[in-house]
């Protein structure tokens, strides 16, 4: 068993080396360092409030393909956490997809809509529709500390359903993601316990 978790681990760990997350910048905005002043002073003030912590904007002046900005900020810090860049003609994701590198995670945006999120470039694609038929209508540029709370929430989803090797993996890529951000190495531990290796958990 525990050289089935340690070879799980070193297939992740291999596939990702050397493959430093890469952060995108939009209109001078950099998820994880820009805070909401910064992009205030590059938008404009807000159009409105969509929910907590997450503000609708004109698009910036110069750039005529962009329709708005959506951006999301971390209550604690009011860092973004991302940046949704909203285009004006739909674009065709095949375009757009080998620019990123790697499509990690697929989840719902929102009834109808879907989210891809590729690595090392830290971006999504938000798609209208499905399959031949999709189209992507905004672009997300995303912070480490986002990208490895999607990888720590889906470890934790894993746990709860005693998955508990696929958990460890995908603590791993918390971790890889963001070596900064404690929230990664401590479910990493949890895993560990999970698995009843306390040496690995107290290292974490």
Known sequence: MRGKIWLASWVVLTSLHGQQAQI???ANIRPGT??????????GEALRKVDENVFEYAAPRGVPDTAKVVAGFFPDSRQVSRLEVYV?????????????????????????VTEEFYYPKLNSLILAKKGAAATVIAIGYLSPRLMADLFVERAQKLRGEKRFEEA???????????????RGYLEQGDCWADLKNE????VS
């Open 24 to 26: 995108g910048t939009f």
């Open 168 to 182: 460890q993996t995908e603590a791993d890529k918390a971790v890889l993601t963001d070596p900064d951000y404690a």
């Open 88 to 112: 004006k003609t739909p674009l065709d994701p095949e375009v757009l997809r080998p620019q990123f590198g790697t499509r990690v995670m697929v989840r719902e945006h929102e009834p109808g």
């Open 199 to 202: 040496n690995e958990a107290m």
């Open 34 to 43: 820009s805070l909401k002043a910064e992009v205030d002073l590059n938008l």
